[in-house]
């Protein structure tokens, strides 16, 4: 299986930081790799796909880099409804796993 | 727009079986462009892939809990189901069934709100 890490577990940032969060999976998975946000008691919702494609519906102050194993989730300019928890997942094969995830927090 | 529903009991006993449907709303299983995965999540922890089946009968099962899961479809009600045999307390998580995207990368595009299901005698 491909272990994904990410850190850091968690950040405490302002309204109006911007936050990078970084995944590294244990092989190579080209630029196979989505990103999602989960709030308490909801379902994870799907942010990025592909490493850096934005999904529908999706502000713009989200962006995803990277590929190989390294990758970066940055939130320009935090609003106060994305604290939240931030999972990195790879997509490139079966069975996909998640990384343990990042709570942004409010400082 | 596709929606998903899980639906099932809140307790099972350990050694039983956990038994979850999913039903989809909005869209079909039978469409062949996506697979209808199941995920977990212990309390206070991360996310669990558990597996997917495909409108053909196809499955792909996480090698951790392979021995001990199955999911099925039933396309005359649009939905599929999981269950988890022999269970224990570790089972205990919140169950979400979900769209997975037929292609790399594969990864899950519409989520259901979840269901709990808490493993205690």
């Known amino acids: 299986d491909i272990q994904m890490t990410q850190s850091p577990s968690s950040v405490s940032a302002s309204v109006g930081d911007r936050v990078i969060i970084t995944c590294r999976a244990s092989q190579g998975i080209s630029s196979w790799l989505a990103w999602f946000q989960q709030k308490p008691g909801e379902a994870p919702k799907l942010l990025i796909y592909?490493?850096?494609g934005l999904e529908s519906g999706v502000p713009s102050r989200f962006s995803g880099s990277g590929s190989g194993t390294d990758f970066t989730l940055t939130i320009t300019s935090l609003q106060p409804e994305d604290f939240a928890t931030y999972f990195c997942q790879q997509a490139d094969s079966f069975p996909l796993t998640f990384g343990g995830g990042t709570k942004v927090e409010i400082k | 727009q596709v929606q998903l529903q899980e639906s099932g009991p809140g307790q099972v006993k350990p050694s039983e079986t956990l038994s979850l449907t999913c039903t989809v709303f909005?869209?079909?299983?039978?469409?062949?462009?996506?697979?209808w995965s199941w995920i977990r999540q212990p309390p206070g922890k991360g996310l669990e892939w558990i597996g997917y089946i495909y409108y053909s009968g196809s499955t792909n099962y996480n090698p951790s809990l392979k021995s001990r899961v199955t999911i099925s479809m039933d396309t005359s009600r649009n939905q599929f189901s999981l269950k988890l045999r022999s269970v224990t307390p570790a089972d205990t998580a919140v169950y979400y069934c979900?769209?997975?995207?037929?292609?790399?990368?594969?990864?899950?595009?519409?989520w259901g709100k979840g269901t709990t299901v808490t493993v205690s005698s």
């Open positions: 909005g869209g079909s299983v039978s469409s062949g462009f996506y697979y």
């Open positions: 979900a769209r997975t995207v037929l292609r790399r990368p594969y990864t899950m595009d519409v």
């Open positions: 592909a490493a850096s």
